[in-house]
């Protein structure tokens, strides 16, 4: 299996996630390792329009934050997998995940026939 090149792509990814969660929140400082969501833009709205705006704003970056943090999460489990020795086994089975599979998705984490 060729780890390396997965592990490459992996880190690969989690920086290109860490930079897209950066467009839509911050991290949190009271939970570390967490994130929160942030409205794309904030201040003392006086229309009620533009509050509702803002509050649209801020759902909508909750929504792609959460999806992305759980992408991220999937990726940083990947990444400590290959630290264990445990990186490419199928977590259902415990058989060998396919390479295919782990080219397409290295953090899968399930072997073809137990998606």
Do not use: F
Request: charged share 35%; aromatic share 4%; hydrophobic share 35%.
């Amino acid at each position: 299996m060729k780890t390396e090149h997965l592990r490459k792509k992996l880190e690969a990814e989690k920086t290109k996630l860490e930079s897209e969660m950066g467009t839509v929140g911050r991290k949190n400082p009271a939970v570390p390792g967490d994130w929160e969501s942030i409205p794309s833009e904030t201040g003392v709205e006086a229309d009620l329009v533009d509050q509702a705006d803002v509050v649209t704003s801020y759902e909508t970056n909750n929504a792609i934050l959460a999806d992305l943090e759980a992408r991220y999460d999937t990726v940083v489990e990947a990444l400590s997998r290959i630290e264990h020795g445990t990186y490419g086994k199928c977590t259902v089975c415990g058989e060998k995940i396919e390479e295919a599979r782990l080219e397409a998705d290295p953090a899968a984490t399930t072997c073809v026939k137990d998606l």
